[in-house]
Nanobody, 124 residues
């Protein structure tokens, strides 16, 4: 069982940066594949990025490649999403997700644990 709490969202102008954090409870954080998803108003939740258990492998959706970086600190039970060069189309609620299964990690149904989300708004 793991409990996830996101933070770091806010309102910024286009071109700015934000760093999201997701703090996880539990003693086995390093055994969880971690990911970020987002949901824009009126749209379905979509995959943003995921990171392997040890942080060596990452995967990004095409629209954020080169701008976003996912990382994790297993000693602090935290996963991060550094977002640079933000665009208005990045506006969404960002969710942290975790799974202990061996999966690709790109699909929502692969994750059993979710945070409550943090709002990111990018103005033009």
């Amino acid at each position: 069982q793991v409990h996830l709490v996101e933070s770091g969202g806010g309102l910024v102008q286009a071109g700015a940066s934000l760093r999201l954090s997701c703090a996880a409870s539990g003693r086995t954080f390093s055994s969880y594949l971690m990911a970020w998803f987002r949901q824009a108003p009126g749209k379905e939740r979509e995959f943003v990025a995921r990171i392997s258990y040890n942080g060596w492998s990452t995967l990004y959706t095409d629209s954020v490649k080169g701008r976003f970086t996912i990382s994790r600190d297993n000693a602090k039970n935290t996963v991060f999403l550094q977002m640079n060069s933000l665009k208005p189309e990045d506006t969404a609620v960002y969710f942290c997700a975790a799974t202990s299964s061996v999966v690709n990690g790109r699909f929502e149904h692969e994750y059993g644990y979710w945070g409550q989300g943090t709002q990111v708004t990018v103005s033009s």
